[in-house]
């Protein structure tokens, strides 16, 4: 069944800038290390299913820490490219903007840490009126928190809910005038 709508939240739009961003030094010993501690414990969980495989060593992966060891010593051997920065340009979502069909909203916070800004293709979503951009000054990654409470609710939980039902809404409209 296609899709009548999506949602994306911080799209790391251009792995190949966002991998230069992670490896910046306070980048590389914060969020690179977490997100590599993560990936490592996710792949220390689940060993068993990639055990016998014969492209990766996963002793070898398990000693991984940055995401560019990590995807060096296993995502690139799985998926078969030559270089990380081959998987890296290939998995960018920059590449396929153009051919949205849908409507697409895509929230973004300047402030990420994780994605920086300079990956939002701009030109992109004022080419394609299928794609809606919402940049927010804060937001932090995936964060968007409403107030000062960390545990308190996002306001991105809000927009995309509020996005759904718009979609939802226009889609029963336009069953109605079918009939």
């Not at 495989?53 to 998926?79: A, C, G, P």
């Not at 991105?156 to 979609?167: M, N, R």
Request: proline letters at 5%.
């Amino acid at each position: 069944m296609p899709l009548d709508a999506a949602i994306t939240c911080a799209n790391p739009f251009d792995w190949l800038k966002v991998d230069q961003w992670l490896r910046r030094p306070l980048n590389k010993h914060i969020y690179n290390f977490i997100l590599t501690k993560s990936l490592v414990g996710f792949l220390r969980t689940h060993r068993h299913v990639f055990e016998n495989h014969e492209v990766i060593d996963i002793d070898e992966v398990l000693e991984s820490r940055t995401l560019q060891e990590y995807d060096e010593k296993i995502t690139r051997r799985l998926w078969g490219y030559k270089t990380i920065e081959e998987y890296y340009d290939e998995a960018s979502g920059k590449h396929v903007l153009e051919n949205i069909a849908i409507p697409f909203l895509v929230l973004q916070s300047l402030d990420d840490p994780i994605i920086p800004k300079d990956v939002i293709p701009y030109r992109s979503f004022l080419d394609n009126p299928n794609m809606i951009l919402a940049t927010t000054h804060t937001g932090g990654h995936i964060a968007w928190m409403e107030g000062m409470d960390p545990t308190g609710k996002s306001w991105a939980d809000h927009a995309c809910v509020e996005f759904v039902h718009s979609i939802l809404d226009h889609l029963q409209a336009s069953q109605m005038t079918e009939v």
